[in-house]
C-alpha cells in the first residue's frame, strides 16, 4: 500500500535538535492527520488540515509545529522535544473531515526516539 | 468525558470465532470504523458502521447497537495472519475519531 508515505520511518534524535517529519498521499484526499500512538494507549488525534487550512489542534505544546503546503503533503516540525515525546507519529488522510462515512488511511508512521 | 473501552488482549485458536467486543461513551455519535494493526504496520479499515445492526464483509462482520452504546467485530475461520490489534473508533459530533486503545488478538495453532 503506497497510498500515503511518510519519512523518515525511524528517528532518533536529542532534546535540542531539530527535526521535520513528512507525510504525503497519492489519493486526492482532502484531510490529513497528525496521530501520536504510544504502547498501550489509544491513538492521540494531534492536528488536523482540511483543504489546507488547520482545523483542529488538540492541545498540542508548542515544540510540535504541523506545516500543509498543499493537500497532499504535511509535515511536523519538531524542536526541543522531550523523553516522553517518543512514540510511533502516525499520518492519515480521507476525503474530507466533515464526511462521517469515509475512512482514514494512515502511513507507516515514523517511531521517534528523543535521547 | 470521551471513552472507548475494549479488551486489552485475546486469545483464540485457528479456525475458531473470536468476537471483540467495543463500549462508547461519546458526545455524539457519526459512527464507528474498526482498523486493523499488525504490529509494526499502519492501522488499515475493515468496516463502518453508522445504523444498528450487522454488516458482514467475507470472514469479518461488525455488529452497532447504539442504544447501547457498543459494536462487536467477529472474526471467523481464524487464520494465523488475522493476529494483530483491532482498535475501534467513534466519530463524534465534532467529526472527530476517538480511539480505543486497542485489542491485541493472538491466534495460536
Known amino acids: 500500500e503506497t497510498g500515503v508515505t511518510q519519512t523518515p520511518r525511524h528517528l532518533v534524535m536529542g532534546m535540542t535538535n531539530k527535526k521535520s517529519l513528512k507525510c504525503e498521499q497519492h489519493?486526492?484526499?482532502?484531510?490529513m492527520y497528525w496521530y501520536k500512538q504510544s504502547a498501550k494507549k489509544p491513538l492521540e488525534l494531534m492536528f488536523v488540515?482540511?483543504?489546507?487550512?488547520?482545523?483542529e489542534n488538540n492541545s498540542v505544546p508548542s515544540r510540535f509545529s504541523p506545516e500543509c503546503p498543499n493537500s497532499s503533503h504535511l509535515f511536523l516540525h519538531l524542536h526541543t522535544l522531550q523523553p516522553e515525546d517518543s512514540a510511533l507519529y502516525l499520518c492519515?488522510?480521507?476525503?474530507?473531515?466533515?464526511?462521517?462515512?469515509?475512512?482514514?488511511?494512515f502511513g507507516p508512521g515514523t517511531r521517534l526516539t528523543v535521547t | 468525558g470521551q471513552n472507548i473501552d475494549q479488551p486489552t488482549e485475546m486469545t483464540a485458536t485457528e479456525g475458531a470465532i473470536v468476537q471483540i467486543n467495543c463500549t462508547y461513551q461519546?458526545?455524539?455519535?457519526?459512527?464507528l470504523f474498526w482498523y486493523q494493526q499488525h504490529a509494526g504496520e499502519a492501522p488499515t479499515f475493515l468496516s463502518y458502521?453508522?445504523l444498528d445492526g450487522l454488516e458482514e464483509k467475507g470472514r469479518f462482520s461488525s455488529f452497532l447497537s447504539r442504544s447501547k452504546g457498543y459494536s462487536y467485530l467477529l472474526l471467523k475461520e481464524l487464520q494465523m495472519k488475522d493476529s494483530a490489534s483491532y482498535l475501534c473508533?467513534?466519530?463524534?459530533?465534532?467529526?472527530?475519531?476517538?480511539w480505543g486503545a486497542g485489542t491485541k488478538l493472538i491466534i495460536k495453532p
Open positions: 492519515a488522510s480521507s476525503q474530507d473531515f466533515q464526511l462521517p462515512a469515509y475512512e482514514q488511511y
Open positions: 489519493l486526492g484526499h482532502n484531510a
Open positions: 488540515y482540511n483543504f489546507k487550512e488547520q482545523t
Open positions: 461519546t458526545s455524539g455519535f457519526n459512527g
Open positions: 458502521n453508522v
Open positions: 473508533a467513534v466519530r463524534d459530533s465534532n467529526y472527530q475519531l476517538i
